[in-house]
C-alpha cells in the first residue's frame, strides 16, 4: 500500500531530522525570548511607571535605595517596605487627570478621581471618598519616580539583550531549516532522477519530454518552496501561536481561553481551502506539465512548422492552454483574495470585541478592575496573535501547490521501475537466438510473429524488410528496451531475462539511425563519461571510424565544444561520433539500426572500411535500408509482418528473385536513375 504524500514529505524530512531538529530547537528559544517583551513591560508599566499611584509610609531611616524625601521626610512605597522599616504615618499618592497628587492619609487607590479646591474625590462602585490633596511639583514628583529609573533601565537593557540573543538564534533557525529544505530536494531530486533512469522505455513514448521535465524541475522546486518556506512558516507560527497561548493564560485564563476558537476556526478553514483550492492547483500543474511538452515540441519541430506555414496552428494550441492556466490561476487568486485578507480581518476583530467586552464591561465589578501594564500585554499578544495567523493562511496557496506537485513526484516515483543490478557478467562470445519469440507494443497488435533464429560468434547479420516489418523491434529486444510476450531470447545459451538489463547491455553497442550528441565536447561524447576508457582510446576509436579526418580541422581538435544534439555538425559527423562512441565500449555484440541511411556515399564508405577491420571477434547485426551496405552479410533476414519470409547470404537471397530481389532490383534502378540524371 502505497503512503500518502504528506507521509511520504515527512519521510524525506526525517532523513534530515538532526539538522531540522536542532533548527526548531533555535526557534524554539527565539520565540520564548521575543515573547517575554510585554511581560516586560507589564512589569515596567505596573511597577516602575505608574507604580508610584500606591500607598507609601513614612519612615524613620533617610538612606535606602527605595527611600524618597518629600517636605524632608523620608518616604517609601508600600510594596518597598522591608522587615526593618518602622512606619511612623501613612500616605498615597494619586493621580487625576495629568497630575499626581499628595495625600496625608491612607486613600483607596481605586475607582474615578477628581481634583477641586484642595480635595480629591474618589468615586467607586461602593463609596465615595473625599480626601485633602496636594499637587505635587515637577521635581517633587521627579523625586518618587527616580528609585525606579536604575529598575527601568535594567529591565530595558535586559529585554534588548534578550532581542539581541534571540536574533542569533533567529539566524540559526533560519539558516538551518533552508539547509535541511535544499538538503531535502536535492535528495528527491537525485531519487526522481536515478529513478527516471530505470523506468521502461514504454513511459517515455507515451509521455511528452516537456512533462517529465516539469516534474522534476518545475515540481520539485515546488516542493523545495514547501520545505524551505512554507513548513517553516507553518512551524514558526505553531511554536509562536503557542508561546502567544501560555503568555495569555498566564495574564487571563478567561479571555485567553476564548481566543482558543481561533485554532478550530483555522483548521475548518484550512480543511474548505484544500478541497477547493486543490482542485485549482491540480489544472494549474498539468496544464503546466501540458504547456512545457507543447513548448519543447515547437521549438524541436520549429522548421517544420515554418515550413509547412503552422504557425497560426500551433500559436493557437499554446493559446488554449495558456488561457486554462490564466483562468485557474485566476480562479485561484479570486479564492485567496475573497478568503484569505478577510478571514483574518474577522478573526481579529472578533477578538479584540471580546477583548473590550470583557474588560470593559464584565470586569468592572469590584476587584476587577485591571493594571495599565495589563491591558498593554494582552493587547500587544492579541496583535501578535495574529501576525502568524496571517502568514500561515498566507501560505496555504503555496502549500496546495506544494501538495499537488509532491502527488505529481511520487506519482512518477511509484511507477514500476526496472532492476538494476550492475554486477560484471563474462563478455559475451556472440551466440543469439531467438525462439518463437513473439512481441507486441500494444495489447494483442504483435509486430513479431513467432520469430526464430539464430546468429554465430562473429558473424555479421543483417534485416531488412519494408517500414513497419518489425527490425528495429528486434533489436529493442535484443536491448532489452522491451520484453517479449511469448518465446525467449538467449545470449550464449543464457537467457536475457534471468540477467538484469544493464548486465543485458553491457557488452553491447548500438548505432542509431539518428544518434544524440550530448552538451560537451567531441571526446566526452565518445567516453561517455566512463573512466575505464581513456582519452587514448577513444581518440583511437574515433581514428577508426575515419572522425578524424574532420575532427583535426577543429582549432581545438577532439576537445571542440558541441552544442545539444550536436547541431553544428553534419548528419554524417555526428553519425561517425556515434559509431566511435559504440567501438570505445569494445562490444561484443554490435547493433547497426539504420546507421548508414543519413550518411552520405562517401562516409558510408569509410565506416564500411572500418567495420570490416571491427567486426572481427564480434558479432554485428546490421538493421539496413540500403542493401548495398549489407551484401557482404553472412547471414540477411528478411521480414514482412513480424515474420522471417527469407533467409541467406545476398547471392543465395538473389537467386530466389523473391521480396529481397525486388527490394534490391528497386533501390538498383533510383540508383541508376539518379547516376542519369
Known amino acids: 500500500m502505497k503512503s500518502s504524500t504528506e507521509k511520504r514529505l515527512f519521510q524525506y524530512a526525517m532523513q534530515f531530522k538532526k539538522t531540522i531538529f536542532i533548527g526548531l530547537i533555535c526557534l524554539t528559544i527565539a520565540v520564548a525570548l521575543e515573547l517575554t517583551g510585554p511581560f516586560i513591560a507589564k512589569r515596567l508599566i505596573d511597577e516602575h511607571i505608574l507604580g508610584i499611584e500606591a500607598n507609601w509610609y513614612q519612615v524613620q531611616e533617610e538612606e535606602g535605595s527605595h527611600t524618597v524625601l518629600y517636605q524632608g521626610d523620608p518616604y517609601k512605597r508600600a510594596d518597598r517596605l522591608d522587615s526593618t522599616d518602622e512606619k511612623v504615618n501613612t500616605a498615597t499618592i494619586l493621580q487625576a487627570g495629568k497630575s499626581y497628587y499628595f495625600i496625608e492619609e491612607d486613600a483607596p487607590t481605586e475607582g474615578n478621581k477628581s481634583f477641586a479646591d484642595g480635595v480629591l474625590t474618589i468615586t467607586t462602585p461602593d463609596e465615595k471618598v473625599e480626601v485633602n490633596a496636594t499637587a505635587l511639583q515637577l521635581n517633587e514628583l521627579y523625586a518618587f519616580f527616580k528609585p525606579e529609573t536604575s529598575a527601568i533601565k535594567w529591565l530595558l537593557g535586559l529585554y534588548v539583550v534578550l532581542l539581541l540573543i534571540a536574533a ?161 490561476q485566476n480562479k485561484l487568486l479570486n479564492l485567496n483574495s475573497l478568503t484569505s485578507f478577510n478571514l483574518v480581518n474577522v478573526l481579529r476583530n472578533l477578538a479584540f470585541v471580546a477583548f473590550i467586552w470583557y474588560f470593559g464591561g464584565a470586569s468592572m465589578g469590584v476587584g476587577g478592575v485591571v493594571s495599565v501594564g495589563l491591558l498593554y500585554a494582552f493587547v500587544d499578544y492579541l496583535n501578535r496573535l495574529f501576525q502568524p495567523v496571517i502568514d500561515v493562511v498566507n501560505q496555504l496557496s503555496q502549500l496546495e501547490q506544494a501538495r499537488v506537485a509532491s502527488s505529481r513526484v511520487f506519482e512518477l516515483m511509484d511507477h514500476e521501475g526496472e532492476e538494476v543490478n550492475n554486477q560484471t557478467i563474462p563478455r559475451y562470445r556472440g551466440n543469439i537466438t531467438f525462439d518463437h519469440v513473439s512481441f507486441a507494443y500494444e495489447k494483442d497488435d504483435y509486430v513479431l510473429k513467432d520469430l526464430s533464429f539464430q546468429t554465430k560468434e562473429g558473424e555479421t ?217
Not at 238 to 251: K, N, P, S, V
Request: net charge neutral; proline share 3%; with cysteine.
Open 168 to 328: 542569533v538564534f533567529q539566524y540559526w533557525q533560519t539558516y538551518l531549516l533552508q539547509v535541511s529544505s535544499n538538503k531535502i530536494i536535492q535528495k528527491m531530486r537525485k531519487d526522481v532522477f536515478a529513478h527516471i533512469q530505470r523506468v521502461p522505455i514504454n513511459y517515455f513514448i507515451n509521455r511528452p519530454a516537456g512533462k517529465i521535465v516539469a516534474r522534476v524541475t518545475n515540481d520539485t522546486e515546488a516542493i523545495r518552496e514547501l520545505y524551505e518556506k512554507v513548513l517553516a512558516t507553518f512551524v514558526t507560527s505553531l511554536i509562536y501561536m503557542f508561546g502567544i497561548y501560555i503568555a495569555l493564560f498566564l495574564l487571563n485564563a478567561k479571555l485567553a481561553a476564548i481566543c482558543l476558537l481561533l485554532i478550530p476556526i483555522m483548521a475548518i478553514w484550512m480543511k474548505l481551502y484544500k478541497a477547493y483550492a486543490g482542485k485549482y492547483n491540480d489544472v494549474i500543474r498539468s496544464t503546466i506539465s501540458d504547456l512545457n511538452g507543447n513548448i519543447n515540441e515547437a521549438i524541436q519541430g520549429m522548421p517544420i512548422i515554418q515550413a509547412f506555414r503552422r504557425q497560426k496552428q500551433t500559436t493557437e494550441e499554446f493559446e488554449e492552454m495558456n488561457t486554462r492556466h490564466f483562468t485557474y
Open 461 to 677: 547479420v543483417a534485416f531488412v524488410g519494408h517500414t513497419g516489418s518489425g527490425k528495429s523491434s528486434v533489436m529493442n529486444l535484443l536491448f532489452r528496451f522491451y520484453d517479449p510476450q511469448k518465446g525467449t531470447i538467449s545470449i550464449d545459451g543464457t537467457d536475457t531475462q534471468s540477467l538484469s538489463r544493464q548486465q543485458v547491455r553491457s557488452h553491447m553497442g548500438i548505432v542509431l539511425q539518428d544518434p544524440f550528441i550530448f552538451t560537451g565536447t567531441i571526446l566526452s561524447n565518445v567516453t561517455m563519461g566512463d573512466p575505464s576508457i581513456s582519452r587514448e582510446r577513444a581518440i583511437k576509436a574515433l581514428q577508426e571510424v575515419g572522425a578524424d579526418r574532420f575532427v583535426e580541422k577543429y582549432p581545438n581538435q577532439y576537445d571542440e565544444p558541441v552544442k545539444e544534439k550536436g547541431s553544428t555538425l553534419s548528419a554524417g559527423e555526428r553519425q561517425l561520433i556515434s559509431f566511435a562512441r559504440a567501438l570505445a565500449f569494445d562490444p561484443a555484440i554490435l547493433i547497426l539500426d539504420e546507421a548508414t541511411a543519413n550518411i552520405d556515399t562517401e562516409t558510408e564508405g569509410i565506416i564500411q572500411a572500418a567495420l570490416n577491420v571491427l567486426k572481427k571477434g564480434r558479432t554485428t547485426l546490421v538493421i539496413a535500408h540500403r542493401l548495398s551496405t549489407i551484401q557482404q552479410a553472412d547471414q540477411i533476414f528478411v521480414l514482412d509482418h513480424g515474420r522471417i519470409v527469407e533467409q541467406g547470404n545476398h547471392e543465395s537471397l538473389i537467386k530466389e528473385n523473391g521480396i529481397y530481389f525486388q527490394m534490391y532490383q528497386m533501390q538498383q534502378g533510383r540508383l541508376e536513375e539518379a547516376a542519369i540524371s
